[in-house]
């Protein structure tokens, strides 16, 4: 192998790197660094290392780290290239010296080498401050001394790894996070929330909306921007509609009017490029916009652009995704509606099928269950309702007719130009007397028009029937109007109302078939839903429009418009004859129907008769009437139209059964059931209910609702009454049971009663055997003992005296305690001895009979007026001994007694708050005060107890009864009595009834 010898400084001639070349060619002897011929062998060493190296490599000399490097590294200085040759490192990256000095001055200090990853610096190499990475380490470089010489780096620059990576993760995290959403507006949200985090490459974005028409635009939400409220035209921000129009993504260098960039960080640098990127949910369609600022510390170059293709395609697929789920929820959704319209449809169409065939089949059964032998009878008003249930049959059977062939497109018109002024005029004006006998006004305004207009006769009429059926059946105060206005090219009809109106929610879906407005209140529950459907269809079918207005509450207006002449319609439906007209073959129909919605009821049945009351609630009136007529011969028989009416009737406690239709307006059969059981009264008032909807399901649901019975249209008079009978046979016998229920409950309470008397006598007996154990032992033991002193010193009369003394006291004290135990006894007898006593009397008696003790005491005893009530007269005479007695007692030694006694009526409050008393009875309260010793609260209770006494007998005599046996009285006289605590004296309130 031959070594090839070159000479310093011409080694760096030799090899290709264009920095060593710059370095030799360089003027040195004016540089801090000195001429290139006097450099250091070891500097010269790392210096010739670095340039042979393919790796960046930076080699910083001297404590001022001047700056030498190879190709390698001269990339990463970009334009600063030739000019950093020899710079001090400080001047060279003024942006990034705080960061990097920190990292050389460690490593001078420590020795150790060091390694930052994935560093970032905005680094002034472009002309501005461009966000850079780079994976770098420094080395201490050693000089001939052993001494700190620099620092050798070697680096990589990471820039488009780092963002690179960050990009994908955006567009990885928009797919994961944003693709789990249901909803394009969720989508959008999450999509925005990642950008939020992308900062760097975004630094702020706005997204838009398109209305569908492709006008108007609106503001989803925005970050870090201040944007416009509400929605603008798509016009006045040009860049947006040239997206719009050519489905690409534009740059523009400034922001547009309305918009204002607010960045977080108040001296970030200004963005000076922004971009409009389309969203598209469908492949052609733009939907929105993302409007996003650049970065201005990036190039933008192809990376930068690709990375904004790929989220404006990310954002797109994935809210095209969101979009479909949409669109098939939606179409779930609506197959759901429309299978539960078409279910709720089929049950009013049972509904309005099965009433008429029950008019019709029940009275012809009645018919021909008559004597055979005979000719059949059937009375005009039956005839009439037949023939008019028969009417509406057809009606029905014509419109689902009509329905299915416009459902089937089999809908066959025939034009003929007609005086529709006239033909309308006609129609309208049929309803007038039945509007009147609704209390309903009809106001007909019709233009003379200058020429026939060509429409199907059958159509048209369908179409202004049904327009003023519906209002006459929302309509409860002002009235209908109807107008023909003609136009230039059209003619246009209006039919408006006073009625209860459209909600706004509801107004959108009020053409839709088989829709029913839910609770809306009408003058009959009945119709198929499918009435509007056909008008619009017919409409259509003329080549005109419908539309509705409507304020929920003020009422509803229908507008149509019938273009002029025939080049809009089929030639081959064309009859160009001018058609007389002079009848309205429908009409009928429509006016029959609707008088039956005006409620004619009287409810005047005889009610002396002894037969039970039948309450028959239909919205129909010819149902009304026949189950009148069916149940009249039998029974007493009163009518409502609806629920509400009926609960009126309810409350005057006239009815025995209630027979229901489910379907009513105002307020249904399950309603008024549901009122009936909440209110106790008429809790168990059975109910019947007649429905059309036939099926286990419907009788279940019925019954689940605690319906007594459930019967289905079409049924026999025979059925029903047998119905009838049978629910008033249980109501009888439930009536029956609840006697006998009564009756041993009555029972029940006296047997309790009697048996907490005995619980009582109990009671008191164990307290007679305490007495004569304890209280009764005490005087009997002094006695004993006293009585054998006295035989011990017969000789000594002073102390026999004394001895005699005591005998004579403790066998007075036995007697009164006797006394008083055979008085609470007696009161424990059933004595029932009541008579009219005057409490004034019974106090003035007491009063004389306790004279002497009020003289010695000095006592003051006043009395006010006392009431006179039923009561038995000794035992009052005790209470009131008692409680005087006891106030005269228990007062301080030297204070004179003052008694106070009145009286008053209790309050209804009192009487409520008292357990003890009944509210159905008067009370008085008699106020027994004193000026004593009073009493302690927490005694209150325990003083009305046989034997409790609070005193020793030392301090005051008695014997702890004389209370109980006051509690015992007022017991005995269904009162009360209770002590009001204090130390400032006593005050007993004694609680006595009047009677």
Not at 531 to 538: F, K, R, S
Not at 546 to 565: D, L
Not at 833 to 847: A, G, H, R, S, Y
Request: proline share 4%; with cysteine; aromatic share 8%.
């Amino acid at each position: 192998m031959k070594e090839i010898k070159n000479s310093w400084p011409e080694v760096l001639l030799t090899g290709s790197d264009e920095n060593a070349k710059r370095i030799y060619k360089k003027d040195w002897s004016k540089h801090l660094m000195g001429p290139i011929e006097n450099w250091s062998q070891s500097f010269i060493t790392i210096l010739t290392t670095a340039m042979g190296s393919r790796f960046p490599a930076l080699m910083l000399w001297g404590s001022d780290f001047i700056a030498f490097f190879n190709d390698g590294y001269g990339t990463v200085l970009g334009d600063k290239q030739i000019w950093a040759l020899g710079k001090p490192l400080q001047e060279i990256w003024p942006e990034a010296w705080e960061s990097l000095y920190g990292m050389l001055k460690g490593v001078i200090e420590t020795g150790n080498g060091s390694w930052a990853e994935d560093q970032i610096y905005f680094l002034h190499r472009k002309g501005y401050p461009e966000e850079s990475y780079f994976t770098f380490s420094f080395a201490r470089i050693i000089d001939e001394r052993g001494g700190f010489g620099g620092i050798l780096c070697t680096a990589i620059e990471t820039t488009e790894k780092v963002i690179g990576d960050r990009r994908l993760k955006s567009l990885r995290e928009i797919g994961n996070r944003a693709g789990t959403k249901s909803t394009v507006k969720e989508v959008y949200a999450e999509s925005l929330a990642v950008i939020k985090e992308q900062s760097r490459d975004i630094p702020f974005a706005v997204l838009l909306i398109v209305s569908p028409d492709g006008n108007t635009v609106e503001v989803f939400d925005s970050i870090c921007m201040e944007t416009p409220s509400g929605s603008f035209n798509l016009s006045d921000i040009p860049v947006l509609q040239r997206v719009f129009d050519n489905g690409t993504a534009e740059f523009i260098d400034q922001i547009p009017e309305g918009f204002k960039h607010t960045p977080i960080e108040t001296d970030q640098d200004p963005v000076k490029l922004t971009c409009v990127l389309p969203i598209k949910i469908s492949k052609t369609t733009v939907s929105g916009f993302l409007f996003v600022g650049l970065s201005p510390h990036l190039p933008f170059e192809d990376p930068y652009r690709s990375f904004l293709d790929l989220l404006e395609g990310q954002i797109s697929a994935v809210a095209a995704s969101a979009k479909t789920q949409e669109e098939a929820r939606e179409r779930a959704k609506a197959l759901a509606e429309l299978d539960q319209m078409k279910t709720a449809f089929f049950s009013n169409v049972s509904h309005e099928f099965r009433t008429p065939l029950t008019l019709l089949l029940a009275p012809l059964e009645d018919a021909m269950g008559q004597n055979r032998d005979q000719d059949i009878h059937i009375d005009r008003e039956t005839f009439e309702s037949i023939y008019r249930n028969a009417l509406r049959l057809l009606k029905l059977v014509n419109s689902l007719l009509d329905f299915s062939k416009m459902e089937a497109g089999r809908s066959e018109a025939s034009f003929e130009p007609v005086d529709l002024a006239e033909y309308t005029e006609g129609l309208a004006s049929q309803f007038r007397a039945v509007m009147e006998k609704g209390n309903l006004n009809l106001e007909v305004e019709i233009d003379t028009l200058s020429e026939p207009i060509f429409v199907d006769r059958d159509m048209w009429e369908k179409i202004v029937l049904n327009l003023l059926s519906n209002a006459m059946k929302f309509t409860f105060e002002g009235g209908v109007k109807v107008l023909l206005k003609e136009f230039p090219n059209e003619v246009e009809l209006i039919v408006e109302d006073s009625g209860i109106g459209i909600s706004k929610k509801e107004l959108p879906k009020i053409f839709n078939r088989f829709h029913r407005v839910e609770g809306a209140k009408s003058r009959t529950f009945e119709g198929s839903g499918i009435g509007l459907a056909i008008v619009q269809d017919m409409v259509k079918i003329h080549s005109g429009k419908i539309k509705v207005e409507s304020t929920e509450g003020k009422g509803t207006s229908f507008r149509i418009t019938i273009p002029k002449g025939h080049a809009h319609l089929p030639p081959d439906k064309i009859k160009t004859k001018a058609v007389t007209i002079t009848t309205h073959s429908k009409t009928h129909g429509f006016i029959e129907e609707a008088s039956r919605w005006i409620p004619d009821i009287t409810n005047d049945t005889d009610h002396s008769r002894t037969n039970s009351t039948i309450l028959v609630v239909d919205d129909n009136a010819d149902m009304r009437e026949y189950l009148t007529r069916v149940l009249d011969k039998n029974y007493n028989v009163l009518a409502a139209s609806n629920g509400r009416e009926a609960l009126q009737i309810v409350k005057t406690g006239q009815a025995d059964l209630i027979i229901s239709d489910i379907m009513m307006p105002v307020m249904n059969g399950f309603e008024l059931l549901k009122k009936l059981r909440e209110q106790k009264k008429d809790s168990r008032l059975p109910v019947i209910f007649l429905s059309a909807r036939a099926g286990k399901e419907a009788t279940i649901e019925g019954l689940e609702a605690e319906a007594d019975d459930y019967l289905i249209k079409p049924f026999s008079s025979k059925e029903l009454i047998a119905r009838v009978r049978t629910q008033l046979a249980l109501v009888a016998l439930q009536s029956d049971l609840e006697s006998e229920r009564q009756a041993l409950l009555i029972k029940d309470e006296h047997l309790k009663q009697a048996n907490s008397n005995l619980q009582k006598s109990n009671t008191n007996l164990s307290q007679f055997a305490f007495v004569a154990s304890h209280d009764l032992q005490e005087p009997v033991r002094k006695i004993s003992t006293f009585v054998q002193m006295l035989d011990q010193n017969l000789g000594d009369m002073e102390k026999s005296k004394t001895y005699l003394e005591k005998i004579k006291y403790s066998a007075s004290r036995m007697a009164v305690l006797i006394s008083d135990l055979l008085s609470f006894s007696e009161l424990s007898k059933t004595e029932k001895v009541f008579e009219k006593v005057d409490l004034n009397k019974i106090v003035e008696n007491i009063k004389n009979d306790f004279d002497l003790i009020i003289e010695e005491k000095h006592a003051s005893v006043q009395c006010s007026a006392l009431p006179v009530i039923n009561a038995i007269p000794g035992q009052m005479t005790q209470l009131f001994s008692n409680l005087l007695s006891n106030s005269l007692k228990y007062v301080e030694k030297d204070l004179k007694p003052v008694i106070t006694i009145s009286s008053s009526l209790l309050p209804i409050e009192e009487i409520e708050k008292n357990s003890a008393l009944s509210p159905n009875k008067v009370y008085y309260k008699i106020e027994f005060k004193d000026n004593g010793i009073g009493i302690d609260e927490k005694y209150v209770e325990r003083i009305f107890v046989m034997f409790q006494r609070l005193h020793s007998k030392s301090e005051y005599s008695g014997t702890g009864i004389g209370l109980a046996i006051c509690k015992k009285i007022t017991q005995n006289h269904h009162g009360d009595i209770y002590i009001i605590p204090g130390t400032q004296g006593a005050v007993f309130n004694v609680i006595l009834p009047t009677t």
